[in-house]
């Protein structure tokens, strides 16, 4: 069991009997990966963000006493204005999970409406939002019942929560770019949670860094995270992977720091590469790649020889690519999108997104 007193909380007896709680929460996407776990959702190595700020989750969690007191989780969801009792048994797990941490869910009923900026079937992964989105409104209410909690503590523990629900979550309540994992150069890190990586670490050439999601391929995963994280136990390179992420994190905090595009690039296309060799030398193997994948990151290398432009790429885990760059060169980034890799999208679709600040209070 995941026990942690700090995060512990007690009851106080006058509770509000009703209210509403409403935070808007975006996604993030790894620079260097989070791609093996032990327990609950401890990361086998650290790994960094950039907080998006355009694909997000907005959720109201509206809560009444309940009239006769129970031991059941008493919730109804609502995803996009329509009930979904599918996604109930995600939700009452992660309530099991979290019990210990926020004493009041089996004081209330609850009402979540939630819903996303992002088309669903668009193969973006919604757990890093939905979940930190949820994370983060139970804290606002935990902050009317407690409001001596400081702010800081406020974003660690919803960060604490969030990583329950689904691990990568945590990097997505502050912004623009989150640590999560222990490494001996980030003061403060932790596996339990994120922590924000302060402003003067980042090189003002970073600032406004845009994200242009291609969607490659809009299906369902055929395998999900879960499964991947998995298969790391007995993968062949795990411990070196470990060992390399670590290595990789302190070679890109000190280029973000320097402003030093070219290490910067380095260490993230490769750290993506990574992830996918990954997948494909576990036992059982896959490839979440497709074919559109690899022809628009060959365009994209044959864009940068050509032009000393500073756009990388990065993958998360599917057939999706996000494309990195500064926002000087935007204009003729989207002119190379539109003409030369729309074709690789389905239905030519992309989204256009940058770095953010976490979530937002409604
Ligand atoms: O948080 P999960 O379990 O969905 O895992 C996310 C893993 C990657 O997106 C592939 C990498 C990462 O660090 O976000």
Known sequence: MDTYPEFKTTLTPDIPLSGIVKCTVPSNIALVKYWGKKDIQIPQNPSISFTLNVCKTETSIEFEKKQVSNEDYEFELLFEGKLKPAFEPKIKSFFERIEAYIPFLKEYVFKIETSNTFPHSSGIASSASGMGALAYGLMLIEKEINPDISESEMLQKASFLARLGSGSACRSIEGPMTVWGEHKEVAGSSDLYAVKVEENEIDSFFKNYQDTILLIDKG????????????????????????QASENLSILKKALKDGDSETFIKIVESEALTLHAMMMTSMPYFILMKPNTLSAIEKIWEYRKDTGSKLCFTLDAGANIHLLYPEAESEQILDFINNELVVYCENGQYICDKIGLGAIIL
């Open 220 to 243: 369902q995963k055929e395998v999900s995270s879960t499964v991947g994280h998995n298969l790391m136990h007995r993968h062949p390179y795990a411990s070196q992977r470990f060992k």
